[in-house]
């Protein structure tokens, strides 16, 4: 008959009169530790509308779709694509525009629930001359926050800051581009064929 050590047997009353180490859940709520990593969430007072947690997302599980007509951005977290990775957290430029938060799960069984997506909306600004949208008017006025004086030496930066003390009229896109447009809210590829026309 095999006896059993005096370890086997000290472990094994050890971890009868022990407290369990798993969770009660889903009977009893499981509160994770200070450093769980779990789905994130948008703040849109730090989002800027840059994209950049969607460009580094590994599992694509953020979008960014922009809408010229309502001149609008809108940033979607997928829950059921993603891993829990951080790196959208972790490359964000204000460091706050999203942040992992404790929850792991949802209850609800299809995918496609609202509760399954964070969104967050941006305002856009387009270009003046072909229409295209390049930029957030958030994410430009967080680049000349960071500029400080140098800003003004950008002209959709220093419409930016005109805007906050006068309405900047809009002009309909032209045939034909020209100096006087150089101060007029420019996508790069117009604002290259200005300086290169004014140059040349």
């Given at each position: 008959?095999?006896?059993p050590?005096?370890?086997?047997?000290?472990?094994a009353?050890?971890s009868?009169?022990?407290?369990?180490y798993?969770?009660?859940?889903?009977?009893?709520?499981?509160?994770?530790?200070?450093?769980?990593?779990?789905?994130?969430?948008?703040?849109?007072?730090h989002?800027?509308?840059?994209?950049?947690c969607?460009?580094?997302?590994?599992?694509?599980?953020?979008?960014?779709?922009?809408?010229?007509?309502?001149?609008?951005?809108?940033?979607?977290?997928?829950?059921?694509?993603?891993?829990?990775?951080?790196?959208?957290?972790?490359h964000?430029?204000?460091?706050?525009?999203?942040?992992?938060?404790?929850?792991?799960?949802?209850?609800?069984a299809?995918?496609?629930?609202?509760?399954?997506?964070?969104?967050?909306?941006?305002?856009l600004?387009?270009?003046?001359?072909?229409?295209?949208?390049?930029?957030?008017?958030d994410?430009?006025?967080?680049?000349?926050?960071?500029?400080?004086?140098?800003?003004?030496?950008?002209p959709?930066?220093?419409?930016?800051?005109?805007s906050?003390?006068?309405?900047?009229p809009?002009?309909?896109?032209?045939?034909?581009?020209?100096?006087e447009d150089?101060?007029?809210?420019?996508?790069?590829?117009?604002r290259?064929?200005?300086?290169?026309?004014?140059?040349?």
């Amino acid at each position: 008959m095999y006896l059993p050590k005096l370890r086997e047997i000290k472990e094994a009353l050890g971890s009868f009169f022990s407290a369990p180490y798993t969770t009660k859940f889903p009977f009893e709520p499981h509160e994770p530790v200070d450093e769980f990593r779990g789905f994130p969430r948008y703040h849109e007072e730090h989002c800027v509308g840059c994209g950049t947690c969607a460009q580094v997302c590994p599992t694509r599980a953020i979008t960014v779709g922009d809408n010229p007509t309502t001149r609008t951005r809108t940033l979607t977290v997928d829950f059921a694509s993603c891993i829990h990775c951080g790196q959208c957290n972790e490359h964000c430029i204000t460091g706050e525009g999203i942040t992992p938060t404790s929850e792991y799960a949802f209850p609800v069984a299809d995918t496609e629930a609202p509760e399954m997506f964070e969104r967050v909306q941006k305002t856009l600004v387009c270009c003046e001359n072909c229409g295209e949208p390049f930029a957030c008017r958030d994410h430009l006025l967080w680049i000349r926050d960071r500029l400080g004086a140098k800003a003004y030496a950008h002209p959709n930066l220093l419409l930016t800051i005109q805007s906050e003390f006068d309405t900047v009229p809009e002009e309909s896109p032209k045939s034909h581009l020209r100096r006087e447009d150089y101060t007029k809210w420019l996508c790069p590829h117009c604002r290259r064929t200005v300086v290169i026309a004014d140059e040349f």
